[in-house]
């Protein structure tokens, strides 16, 4: 596997193990985090939908350009 899913199972192996461990959670702080979770998950998909333009972006830019520098590599050779 590559290494950034190595590092990802990692954190889940801490996470789970983390919550193992604890006992009891306050009814308001679960309503809580489930709410900041979701904000979360909100602006994560966000930031991957604005790369995922961005690349889309720079991928129509740079057909134009290769197709130039291939007319102009032909040209020279």
């Not at 889940?12 to 919550?19: H, I, K, L, S």
């Amino acid at each position: 596997m590559a290494w950034w899913n190595d590092k990802a199972m990692e954190l889940q192996r801490q996470v789970r193990a983390a919550e193992d461990s604890a006992q009891h959670y306050d009814e308001d702080e679960v309503r809580q985090a489930t709410v900041h979770t979701r904000q979360d998950v909100v602006l994560l998909v966000s930031y991957l939908d604005s790369a995922n333009r961005q690349l889309s972006d720079i991928k129509k830019l740079l057909l134009p350009i290769m197709l130039l520098l291939g007319v102009i590599a032909y040209k020279l050779g």
